[in-house]
């Protein structure tokens, strides 16, 4: 059976915390009035009301009282004044799931306290449509049903693993801002049709209907992307003319020296 949780709050109302929202409501685990939100902009309040129907606040003791699982989706360069307003209301009661690059369990109890129940969590934008890739790692405080309820939270918008906390820097630098490359990757491809004389909706539905096709095709058939590879690469072909350019660019080299740079910024942004 599926799990449901309690009233959900959310510290911070922005792009990641909407994704969220917008895939755990279509999930159906749980309903727009069982989420609450404490969001200081009063156009964003409005705004997530209206499109969601979900519950907002700009009082830390308002979500606080209201909520026992509570999403930190705030930035991390503000966290540290913004979690000194929620830190008196913080009971044995709460979970306490932080979405913030880089803030890692010690950081968090720090600001927190020590006995508070925390789970570090790094999930992505695509939980929006239910295809998120989250991988979470809990303090010592936290129970075998805190980790259901961070589990049912995360796997009902797609993917979810738990991993050492040693591994959360390398995870946000791969799958947390993974989107990003992809999105970059993808509008270069797009802009190849047009460079090729495409019309521009016309390489827009084929890039996009490739990208969607190949990772299904991997996932659904396990098999390796050099075979998959290998599948598309005729002999003397097209196809093996386009990646030697890739290769000339290394394009490998490029991608891997992306996510080495964003697993430093996220321990930066920890320190
Ligand atoms: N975007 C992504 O793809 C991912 C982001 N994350 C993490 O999620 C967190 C949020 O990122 P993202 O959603 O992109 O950032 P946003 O800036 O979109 O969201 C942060 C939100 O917090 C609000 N805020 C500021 N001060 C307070 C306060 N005192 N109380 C409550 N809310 C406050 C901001 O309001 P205002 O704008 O009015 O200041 C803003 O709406 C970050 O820690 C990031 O590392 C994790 C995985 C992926
Ligand atoms: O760019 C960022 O810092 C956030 C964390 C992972 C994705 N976006």
Redesign the pocket.
Known sequence: MRSSIDTLGF???????EAMIRGIVASGLTTAEKIMV????VF?RDALLNQYGVVCTSEAEMLCHSCKVLVL????Q?AAT?LA?YRPFLTSEHLVIS???GVTLHTLAGWLGDTIRLIRV????PALVLAGATAFSPNHHVTDQDRKTASALFSAVGSCVEVPESQLDAVTGLS?SG?GYVFTFIEAMIDGGVLAGLPRPVAEQLVLQTVYGSAKLALETGDHPAVLKGKVTSPGGTTIAGIQVLEDGALRGVVMGAIEAATERSRELGA
């Open positions: 510290v911070g109302g922005g792009q990641m915390a404490a969001e200081p902009s964003r989706a705030i930035k991390p503000l913004v307003e979405i913030m690059a790094m999930p992505n934008t947390g989107p």
